[in-house]
């Protein structure tokens, strides 16, 4: 594959990509390479994910920290069942 160097790229275009890569929990090369295959209406490559998201979903950041306080207590290590 090629490698490109893109220069001058506007404030307001490098945001939009930016926000295009965090909303689709991809990097930002995979982001581009995906735009200019839409750009050019031809359908982007497949990315492989890594995660299970595909099969179980995922968490708002308001859902992580719920879990998250919710779960807190097992984290605390009771030292009366734990003496020897």
Do not use: H
Request: proline fraction near 2%; charged fraction near 25%; charge should be negative.
């Amino acid at each position: 594959m090629k490698t490109m160097t893109v220069r001058n790229i506007p404030q307001d275009l490098s945001n939009y990509i930016d926000t295009v890569a965090k909303n689709t929990r991809q990097s930002l090369n995979a982001t581009v390479v995906s735009l200019l295959y839409q750009a050019m209406g031809g359908e982007p490559s497949i990315v492989q994910k890594r995660d299970l998201s595909e099969f179980c979903g995922t968490w708002t950041d308001r859902e992580l920290e719920e879990f998250e306080k919710a779960t807190e207590c097992f984290s605390q290590i009771d030292d009366e069942v734990w003496q020897a």
